[in-house]
């Protein structure tokens, strides 16, 4: 299957500084990525979905100017959580998916581990 | 507003019994449903889906029923495995042409020999 890599899996960061995390389709062009976060023994949330060389549509509620996204290539998106706080500590997962790889199948990234202190 | 839910937040089954997930939507617009297995600190993998044309799909010891008037679908697994203890989230989509999935809230199986 497709495989989606993320990177760091595990940030650990001072309230008040920026974090960037990587997400990469390694074995497939993706058109569409999404970003997800998802608190302790509750379901994936849907942050944003982004498109290859578009802006990224953020869901209700999400703070655009707080969660930035970047989807330059068909490989790559970043989410940046800019000025972090406690209360964005969370396990942020992004998925990838690609018109040819099925209706509506997403591939997912192992997710990222962010905690600030 | 959850759209999509999953009642029961655990389940414990025997090795080599049947293991049923259940999953509830409210969305009538939901046309395409999918099932994500997920371990800790790990990203969900696909299972299995199913489109609102069928009320089953079987693919090996998965199986996913569809109840569209009921707006339940569930899962099930048999023989269940001691591997297959993790968390199990269901997900619908409204159209055909978006891609993006409204997740369950998780149900966590074990599954003990």
């Known amino acids: 299957g497709a495989v989606v890599s993320q990177h760091p899996s595990r940030v650990i960061c001072k309230s008040g500084t920026s974090v960037k995390i990587e997400c990469r389709s390694l074995?497939?062009?993706?058109?569409?990525m999404f970003w997800y976060r998802q608190f302790p023994k509750q379901s994936l949330m849907l942050m944003a979905t982004?498109?290859?060389?578009?802006?990224?549509?953020?869901e209700q509620g999400v703070e655009k100017d707080k969660f930035l996204i970047n989807h330059a290539s068909l490989t790559l998106s970043t989410l940046t959580v800019t000025s972090a706080h406690p209360e964005d500590s969370s396990f942020y997962i992004c998925s990838a998916s690609h018109r040819g790889s099925g209706w509506n199948e997403q591939f997912f990234g192992p997710g990222t581990r962010l905690t600030v202190l | 507003d959850q759209q999509v839910k999953q009642n029961s937040p655990s389940l414990s089954v025997q090795e080599g019994r049947i293991s049923i997930l259940n999953c509830d939507y409210t969305n009538s617009m939901f046309d395409y449903f999918l099932w994500y297995k997920k371990y800790p600190a790990e990203g969900p993998t696909f299972l299995i889906s199913?489109?609102?044309?069928?009320d089953k799909n079987e693919d090996g010891r998965f199986t996913v029923f569809l109840n569209k008037s009921a707006k339940h679908l569930s899962l099930h697994i048999v023989p269940s495995q001691p591997g297959d203890s993790a968390v199990y989230f269901c997900?619908?989509?409204?159209?055909?042409?978006?891609?993006?999935?409204?997740f369950g809230t998780g149900t966590r199986l074990q599954v003990f020999p």
């Open positions: 982004s498109n290859e060389g578009s802006k990224a549509t953020y």
């Open positions: 199913i489109s609102s044309i069928k």
């Open positions: 997900a619908a989509s409204a159209t055909r042409n978006t891609d993006k999935l409204i």
């Open positions: 074995d497939f062009q993706a058109t569409t």
